[in-house]
């Protein structure tokens, strides 16, 4: 399968705690994109990178999200001192840049669903 | 900012009916606007993506126009079945535009009754 892959699929942890997701895009694909999406809700953007560079980040990302794609390839994404509200799936998806016919078209991993107690 | 409006009540139809899902959106309009399929507990899957100059787009059984002066797109899906059962979600691409920095609908549930 040459899907994006996201681990893990679910993850239940205690308030305050610290977690941490990985998103693996599709290989040749140089934009990689975080989302968060609770129930009954689309999708919202949280940050993106080309390549290795993360170019911007959403006012939802607060000080304890971070993220990062160290060589352009996975992408990990973590939330400190989680929160009840941080309760949510986490979405990954990645596209190749550019104009034109299947360019920009995001794939999308299965997400990680977070609970926090 | 810029805002997308689904019809957040569910659609039943009959199997063999035709389906069709609304995606409005205020202020301007972006170059091209995109349908996702979204299944429980599972990531959306790109349907169809449709340019600003371009008024209707066929995919199969699948049909989505885009009017930019009534700043909406109508998603069909013809001849449904059971299995078209899912959350469906419109997308668009704010300025300055090629980021895929995607705005998304709340989406429509369609369920096809057989």
């Known amino acids: 399968d040459t899907g994006v892959s996201q681990d893990p699929r679910h993850k239940i942890t205690k308030r305050g705690q610290n977690v941490t997701f990985r998103c693996d895009p599709i290989?040749?694909?140089?934009?990689l994109y975080w989302y968060r999406q609770t129930l009954g809700q689309g999708p919202e953007f949280l940050t993106y990178f080309q390549n290795e560079a993360q170019l911007e980040k959403s006012r939802l990302l607060s000080d304890r999200f971070s993220a990062e794609r160290p060589k352009g390839s996975f992408s990990t994404l973590e939330i400190q001192r989680t929160e009840q509200g941080d309760s949510a799936m986490y979405l990954c998806a990645s596209s190749l840049e550019g104009a034109g016919a299947g360019r920009g078209t995001q794939y999308f991993g299965p997400g990680t669903r977070l609970l926090v107690l | 900012s810029q805002k997308i409006e689904q019809n957040s009540e569910a659609l039943n139809i009959q199997e063999g009916k035709t389906a069709t899902l609304t995606c409005n959106y205020t202020?301007?309009?972006?170059?091209?606007l995109q349908w996702y399929r979204q299944d429980p507990g599972r990531g959306p899957v790109f349907l169809l993506l449709i340019r600003e100059n371009e008024k209707e787009k066929r995919k199969e059984r699948l049909k989505v126009t885009f009017d930019t002066t009534l700043k909406q797109s109508l998603f069909h899906i013809t001849a449904s079945q059971p299995a078209d059962s899912a959350t469906y979600l419109c997308?668009?691409?704010?300025?300055?535009?090629?980021?895929?920095?995607?705005?998304f609908g709340q989406g429509t549930t369609l369920q096809v009754k057989p």
């Open positions: 290989s040749e694909h140089n934009r």
């Open positions: 202020n301007y309009s972006p170059a091209y």
């Open positions: 997308a668009l691409d704010p300025p300055p535009g090629n980021t895929g920095k995607l705005i």
